[in-house]
T-cell receptor, first 111, second 112 residues
């Protein structure tokens, strides 16, 4: 089983749609969770951290379910500029910044 | 304030050759991590350097080695290149190994 698994995608949605990405992780010792965004042929950029209580940043909502080892990202009112690959990322913890990435889910928002 | 910088941007090598990639961390950061991202995959952790020492290593062979300099910049060396080493090599920096990490634009290596 892969350490971090994501919906394979691609997701093709119209502008204004709501889209949800799911992710599961295998290591129950995982301590930190993130969503990164990666544009085509660019580096990954941190979108948001994910907390057990759930957190929201504008149109983006991230949730974590530790019991199910499940992470989600919800994007409301999709914009053309949201088109990118979304990477689910986990860190085992401690002072070591070893990030474990999923393969990513590609989102394409159409006019 | 310059972010993470990497050089070169692109590189083409042939099998069996050796390559050196370079990274300068974001100002104020002292920790450099290297990742390999093959096409269609997420980045995979290669190793991390802190205080000029390799502090942690992922599942990569000894052909992959690195170095960190006193100014915190870092090099990634790959010996005996294989076709499968073709990938985007990303450098990320942080302070004290804390996360999240800021990534550089990457070096795209093609092995022919």
């Amino acid at each position: 089983r892969k350490e971090v698994e994501q919906d394979p995608g691609p997701f093709n949605v119209p502008e204004g749609a709501t889209v949800a990405f799911n992710c599961t992780y295998s290591n129950s010792a995982s301590q930190s969770f993130f969503w990164y965004r990666q544009d085509c042929r660019k580096e990954p950029k941190l979108l948001m951290s994910v907390y057990s209580s759930g957190n929201e940043d504008g149109r983006f909502t991230a949730q974590l379910n530790r019991a199910s080892q499940y992470i989600s990202l919800l994007i409301r009112d999709s914009k053309l500029s949201d088109s990118a690959t979304y990477l689910c990322v986990v860190n085992i913890g401690g002072s070591q910044g070893n990030l474990i990435f999923g393969k990513g889910t590609k989102l394409s928002v159409k006019p | 304030d310059a972010g993470v910088t990497q050089s070169p941007t692109h590189l083409i090598k042939t099998r069996g050759q050796q390559v050196t990639l370079r990274c300068s961390p974001k100002s104020g950061h002292d920790t450099v991590s290297w990742y390999q991202q093959a096409l269609g995959q997420g980045p995979q952790f290669i190793f991390q350097y802190y205080e000029e020492e390799e502090r942690q290593r992922g599942n990569f062979p000894d052909r992959f080695s690195g170095h960190q300099f006193p100014n915190y910049s870092s090099e990634l060396n790959v010996n005996a290149l294989l076709l499968g080493d073709s990938a985007l090599y990303l450098c990320a920096s942080s302070f004290g190994g804390e996360i999240p990490e800021y990534f550089g634009p990457g070096t795209r290596l093609t092995v022919l």
